[in-house]
């Protein structure tokens, strides 16, 4: 390596030069930070996947990538990791091919990790994360039997669908959006439900077999592998295949030596001279990733769909309450500064009943014929579902109840507490309860306002481990903005989400701007004004 002075032969003339200053080492450069190598073009330089003749050996398991989620917070930003929305263009697709970076390295090296370290610091919204281990071919009955004995071999490039997985990965690079498989390792089959997956301004695909297809290899546009030591890398296969997959030590160490590391010396290790930069040391290794992201800035500065979610058509899964001179009228009132504290209820009130019996029109229905008092039949509309079943997100949540009360007899309610963390800015849920029976209901989740989509997304994943089913899940708020109901959208696509007006961004603080303040404090007279009017509110009837 010129910039470090290290060299991994005795001497740098061993080095043999290409043209236009293409570098072609025999010896794998071994500098500590980072290493580049420039692999050339063509077919010819997918000859090194063959080992050379005495080549030193190292050790290796098989891959720790697991589900990624389908959005990462970092700081005030959020990425997007599995691609854009298809709501996002008409036609599904990028003014320009996706940047495709491929990983490649010795099972438990750390290519989920340094993969996650460059969308951290990449300064685009929408990534691709995808992982090889999706694409394992699907076990026939005798090869289930060999794989619960551990003799089946998943290090072999035989064990995946490179044919699925090319054209998967050359839809995304087109922007189209694609089916990924659920690999279940615990049964060796994938499941039924596959994953969406759209196109995005840059793909990031890792597996411990990157490299080893040729057809793959010409839709990679930077390879990058990543070298760990092999120690490292059996202890973490060790602790992630007994505490994860229930295995036993000695299965391990006799799925390790019989084809976990023949596979790697064979057909992983020899790859390490298709890459373009080599990482040693895995995410530790900030220098490397710190190269890596300069280069994809580099390749992304001419790529015009790089704006921000912000500046996107909002889902379809969204409904805003038709904007009237009513509903204008009562935001106007709500939003004031000025409005006294029965009257910011008063009014809060009157929003929320129009913004319920909105919410209630997106319910199943039947047709049904009655008879009137005349003695004439009336073909009408009747609910189409077992029970309806209200679920306030506390505190401010629960201040719609009453006007879901008013609209749904005997309607049954749930609660759940949510608060941010202050210290890791994450939401912890405190607080749960829910009726019993819940999973057959379509559920109306309520809170006042949605600003980042945190606590409403962690409401919809406690639903759905109530098997809840996600199509049955309402979000309804009385204000919103941009940010949260793009995060919502995206992470459960199947999610109504209602609101009366959604604002476009956020402060400092994470309050919706314009917004109406603290909603919660306000209603509840927690704000430290005394901003109740002298004289008494009127009773209401409805």
């Not at 900030?286 to 500046?311: F, G, K, P, R």
């Not at 889902?315 to 709500?334: C, K």
């Not at 049955?472 to 459960?492: D, N, P, Q, T």
Request: hydrophobic share 35%.
């Amino acid at each position: 390596c010129p910039s470090h002075g290290c060299w991994s032969g005795s001497d740098p003339s061993e080095q043999e030069e290409g043209s236009a200053g293409d570098v072609r080492s025999s010896p794998a450069l071994t500098c500590p930070a980072v290493c580049v190598f420039y692999s050339g073009s063509g077919e010819d330089s997918l000859d090194r996947l063959l080992p050379p003749a005495g080549a030193l050996r190292r050790k290796s398991t098989t891959s720790l990538s697991k589900t990624e989620p389908p959005l990462l917070r970092t700081g005030k930003r959020t990425i997007y990791t599995a691609g854009r929305p298809p709501w996002y263009n008409e036609h599904g697709a990028q003014s320009k091919e996706a940047f495709v970076i491929g990983l490649c390295g010795g099972s438990a090296s750390g290519k989920t990790t340094v993969a996650n370290k460059i969308i951290e610091a990449l300064d685009v919204p929408w990534v691709v994360l995808l992982s090889m281990d999706s694409f394992y071919k699907v076990l026939s009955p005798e090869e289930q039997t060999l794989a619960a004995s551990n003799d089946y071999n998943f290090d072999h490039p035989g064990a995946f669908d490179f044919a699925l997985l090319v054209a998967t990965l050359r839809k995304l690079k087109q922007g189209k959006s694609v089916k990924i498989p659920v690999y279940d390792f615990t049964t060796h089959k994938r499941q039924k439900d596959w994953k969406n997956v759209y196109g995005a301004s840059v793909i990031i695909f890792e597996g411990i077999m990157s490299f080893a297809d040729k057809e793959l290899l010409q839709l990679l546009d930077m390879k990058i592998f990543v070298d760990t030591d092999s120690d490292i890398r059996l202890v973490r296969r060790l602790r992630r295949d007994i505490t994860e997959r229930g295995r036993d030590i000695e299965g391990i160490i006799k799925q390790y030596n019989k084809f976990v590391k023949p596979a790697f010396e064979q057909y992983i290790e020899p790859t390490m001279r298709l890459a373009d930069i080599v990482v040693p040391r895995g995410g530790g290794n900030m220098v490397a990733i710190d190269l890596i992201v300069q280069h994809v800035h580099s390749q992304l500065e001419e790529v015009s769909s790089q704006s921000s979610d912000q500046t996107q058509p909002l889902p379809q899964t969204l409904s805003v309450l038709e904007s009237t001179p009513q509903v204008r009228g009562l935001h106007t009132i709500i939003r004031n500064k000025e409005t006294s504290r029965d009257e910011f209820i008063f009014y809060s009130k009157r929003l929320m009943r129009l913004l319920i019996e909105h919410a209630l029109t997106f319910l199943p229905s039947q047709t049904c014929v009655v008879q009137t008092p005349q003695g004439d039949e009336y073909e009408g509309r009747r609910y189409d579902g077992k029970g309806i079943t209200g679920v306030s997100v506390l505190r401010a949540g629960e201040t719609m109840e009453p006007a879901l009360r008013a609209v749904c007899k005997d309607v049954r309610i749930g609660k759940i507490l949510i608060q941010t963390n202050l210290d890791s800015g994450e939401p912890e849920l405190h607080y749960l309860r829910l009726p019993k029976d819940i999973s057959e209901d379509h559920v109306i989740l309520m809170d006042s306002t949605v600003s980042t989509g945190a606590a409403a997304m962690m409401v919809v994943r406690v639903l759905l481990d109530h098997e809840v089913q996600e199509e049955k899940i309402a979000l309804v708020s009385l204000l919103m903005a941009e940010l949260g109901v793009h995060s919502v959208a995206y992470a459960f696509p199947k999610v109504k989400i209602i609101t009366t007006a959604v604002d476009k961004r956020l402060d400092d603080f994470l309050h919706v701007v314009p917004g109406i303040g603290d909603y919660g404090d306000r209603y509840f007279g927690t704000d430290g004004t005394d901003s109740w009017s002298d004289a008494e509110p009127e009773e209401l009837s409805c």
